[in-house]
């Protein structure tokens, strides 16, 4: 099991630390995860907690959110893809990033489309938000998002549009899925594991969880992560679910440490 500091604990180490939503497997935060796993880069994790000011940690990074990435005394990465170069800086092999030019601006494309602004993970959330921001104003269950909505400019408009641009992504992996597979090819871009394939199984649990098994979570979580759209059920390829699972079987952590703020 990782070991997980309190920040102050964080902000004293030297090293690598990853700054992690405590108790839920956020997408951003299990590919962070993932990127260090797989290179071999053993580093505590310091909690940060969903929905809350946590302002000890914008005292020490001058970012609230999660996930980060804090080497030495650097600046936190909190962005996707400084995460991914920080990685590739710190354990160069086994290298996340295609050799081909080509393929690794595909790479970073799809990753783009997976966890970037007006992303799959970005409009998925606006879908998870929308049933709780109907309620009414002075609702507790709404109140408890209304803020983290607006952060990420949350919208009736957007909210009802999620669902086709979530579908158009998850068509856009499946396309390349099966090109790869149709080249004989066994990851989503080039011919062996990169970061996009990580990034993938981390987010495909905003489609369908992992089983409670390997990834205990609250279950209203779990079922706000695996509610269904339509739109997006015609535009999954089915296989790339198999996929996600051979990318934890092979690579990952498992089962998945949510650290403190939940217990099974």
């Known amino acids: 099991m990782a070991h997980w500091l309190s920040v102050e604990e964080g902000r004293k180490s030297e090293g690598l630390r990853l700054v992690i939503t405590a108790g839920v497997p956020g997408p951003w935060g299990e590919a962070a995860k993932a990127v260090f796993q797989v290179k071999g880069i053993d580093c505590p994790r310091v909690a940060q907690f969903g929905g809350q000011p946590n302002e000890d940690l914008v005292e020490w990074t001058g970012e609230s959110n999660a996930p980060q990435a804090v080497y030495n005394d650097e600046p936190a990465r909190a962005h996707w893809s400084q995460i991914i170069m920080l990685g590739e800086r710190l354990a160069p092999s086994p290298s996340l990033l295609p050799e081909n030019p080509e393929e690794r601006a595909l790479m970073f494309g799809l990753i783009h489309e997976l966890a970037g ?148």
């Open 117 to 264: 602004e007006g992303g799959f993970g970005w409009t998925r959330r606006f879908l998870l938000f929308a049933p709780l921001m109907t309620l009414p104003p002075d609702h507790s269950a709404r109140q408890g998002v209304a803020a983290m909505a607006e952060r990420y400019g949350y919208s009736e408009a957007g909210a009802a549009a999620a669902g086709a641009r979530a579908a158009e992504i998850l068509a856009l992996l499946s396309r390349q899925w099966r090109s790869q597979r149709d080249a004989g090819r066994e990851f989503l871009v080039g011919d062996r594991l990169s970061a996009l394939d990580l990034y993938w199984a981390a987010f495909a649990a905003l489609v369908e969880p992992l089983p409670h098994e390997v990834c205990p979570m609250p279950e209203m979580m779990r079922a706000a992560y695996g509610q269904k759209d339509p739109l997006m059920d015609a535009a999954l390829d089915p296989e790339l679910l198999g996929h996600r699972q051979r990318i934890y079987d092979e690579w990952l952590e498992m089962p998945i440490d949510l650290g403190p703020g939940f217990a099974p």
